[in-house]
């Protein structure tokens, strides 16, 4: 059985962010909102171009499961799209420091050096 977390990103794959915001968005901002929540709640607003606003509910995320390197990851994504590239690297880093090892989160590290113009680094990154 799959849960309202997983209900979002199947609606977001199948081309229908806006359902999987009107699931989750309720979910997301309650006040004793889990990590899975938030995580689908920005991943729809994402999906919606409206990463500005995804922002804060990462972080609300990372607060919520500060352990977390996904939560990590996941913040470092979104301040690397919003062009926060100094933020997008500390978080990636933090990412990798808690043993997150994926793909992903070196294209998210490579991407936010180049943003920085350290482009040797990116390049090791990468």
């Keep these: 059985m799959t849960g309202p977390a997983d209900e ?3 609606l977001i794959e ?3 962010p ?3 915001l009107r699931l989750i968005e309720p979910l997301g901002r309650a006040p004793g909102a889990g990590h ?5 709640y920005a991943q729809a607003l994402r999906a919606l171009g409206r990463a500005d606003e995804a922002l804060p509910v990462y972080e609300r995320a990372l ?3 500060p352990q977390s390197p996904i939560a990590e990851h996941n913040l470092a ?9 100094g933020e997008a690297e500390a978080a990636a880093r933090r990412a990798v420091s808690k043993g997150l090892d994926a793909p992903d989160t070196w294209l998210v ?3 936010a050096l180049e943003g920085q113009g350290r482009f ?5 990154a990468y």
Excluded: C, K
Excluded at 77 to 85: K, M
Excluded at 120 to 124: M, V
């Design 63 to 65: 607060q919520v499961a």
């Design 77 to 85: 994504s979104v301040n690397a799209e919003l062009g926060r590239y």
């Design 120 to 124: 040797d680094e990116a390049e090791s």
């Design 14 to 16: 199948t081309g229908d």
């Design 36 to 40: 899975p929540e938030l995580a689908a």
């Design 18 to 20: 806006e359902a999987a």
């Design 8 to 10: 979002t990103y199947r």
């Design 109 to 111: 590290l490579a991407h």
